[in-house]
């Protein structure tokens, strides 16, 4: 019984209130015209006493009759209004709540690793100058955010090497393409530049975007065991069976990703080389 009450008493509010706004307004503005009128229009005055009253009345009857048919409208409209206001401001609590413990979360996957190896005998203890050559492809699953770096660790013979990076501008990728020609095959040889992913570092990296391109690290590998100096090492064997590589990409907040696996065999072709550059020469202007 309370909430019928509360309810009707709540639409004849919502009906009235504004009607007797009007009807009130109406009749001061009717009390004003006709004194004016009388006065101007003396013949008008007596039949024009009785509007005073009536004017606002009538205003207020068709006024009231018109609010009470749309109160219910009214009445639902403001409150869908405030639910709506309500429901906005607990969406733009609980997004600025997920903003503030949002992170970024880079993932990624290792398409190719090409692996080169030179001994390097002018070094004590002498090692193997290994370059490890990666095509990666990463992908924001989080907030926004930048790379700092990508570290590479490599993992041969049982043992852990931190590699140094380098930059893969003036290198590119032969590739070897089959062409059916009759009963038989040719192949031809093309040459792919290899983009640096490292080069759009300073972009920001958006929820769902994703990069793509190339790494060149190097590190120096010992030429023995260190357990048994008499053992020497193949590498070449070590990257086509056991070795595996570990790609941690660095963000603009300093934090560390889940590590990017590639794991052995590794292609030890020789397929990455660097654009061969003519020499610069310095021109000296000669005083006579």
Not at 101 to 120: F, K, Q, S, T, W
Not at 160 to 176: C, G, I, M, Q, T
């Amino acid at each position: 019984m309370r909430n019928f009450l509360s309810f009707y008493g709540r639409l004849l509010a919502t009906a009235f209130r504004p009607s007797w706004t009007i009807a009130d307004s109406l009749s001061t503005l009717v009390g004003l015209i006709i004194p004016l009128t009388g006065k101007y229009y003396p013949k008008w005055e007596s039949a024009m006493k009785d509007w005073t009253w009536q004017i606002p009345v009538a205003a207020l009857f068709v006024i009231a009759i018109v609010r009470i048919v749309i109160a219910p409208f009214l009445m639902y409209r403001a409150r869908e209004k405030k639910a709506d206001e309500t429901e906005e401001a607990i969406r733009s609590a609980l997004a600025q709540e997920q903003a503030k413990n949002a992170r970024p979360e880079v993932a990624g996957e290792i398409d190719e690793v090409h692996a080169e190896h030179a001994l390097n005998s002018h070094k004590r203890p002498i090692v193997y100058d290994c370059f490890l050559t990666v095509g990666l492809r990463i992908r924001n699953k989080g907030a926004a955010t930048t790379i700092e770096r990508y570290k590479l660790t490599l993992k041969s013979g049982g043992f852990s090497y931190e590699a140094s990076s380098l930059s893969v501008v003036d290198y590119y990728r032969e590739r070897v393409e089959l062409h059916r020609e009759g009963f038989g095959t040719t192949e031809s040889m093309s040459n792919e530049a290899l983009k640096d992913i490292e080069s759009d570092k300073g972009n920001l990296l958006t929820k769902g975007q994703h990069r793509e391109g190339w790494l060149r690290f190097f590190v120096a590998v010992p030429f023995t065991d260190v357990h048994d100096d008499i053992y020497m090492r193949n590498l070449e064997e070590e990257f086509e069976k056991d070795a595996e590589i570990i790609i941690t990409v660095v963000d603009g907040y300093g934090e560390s990703h889940p590590p990017i696996i590639g794991k052995a065999p590794f292609d030890t072709l020789q397929r990455i080389r660097r654009i061969k550059r003519p020499p610069r020469y310095t021109t000296h202007r000669i005083e006579q």
